[in-house]
């Protein structure tokens, strides 16, 4: 069985890391195929599933605030440096 084409693979070939592919996913600037491929590699990925759910949950947190003014900018730091601890090595 062939090798499963990675769709973040960039032109000059270089593999993007975990958290290069995380942002490209929570930018909401992905292709199809680059979803795809990222929700099959959570399912083997600890760290990355932690992560995208935990930006997943800011999200729904933002999405309802939507009509009351912006999140408190102190919640949003805390919980990315909850992400961030989370960055694999
Ligand atoms: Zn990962």
Do not use: W
């Not at 909401?28 to 959570?42: C, D, G, L």
């Not at 933002?62 to 805390?78: M, N, T, V, Y």
């Amino acid at each position: 069985m062939s090798e499963q084409i990675n769709p973040f693979v960039q032109e000059d070939g270089k593999k993007p890391s975990c958290m290069q592919m995380l942002q490209i996913i929570l930018d909401e600037q992905s292709t199809e195929a680059q979803q795809e491929y990222f929700k099959a590699h959570m399912d083997r990925c600890m760290p990355c599933f932690k992560t995208y759910n935990l930006d997943a949950t800011i999200k729904e947190l933002l999405k309802s605030r939507c009509c009351g003014g912006e999140a408190p900018q102190d919640l949003i730091e805390g919980i990315k440096q909850r992400i961030d601890q989370q960055r694999p090595q």
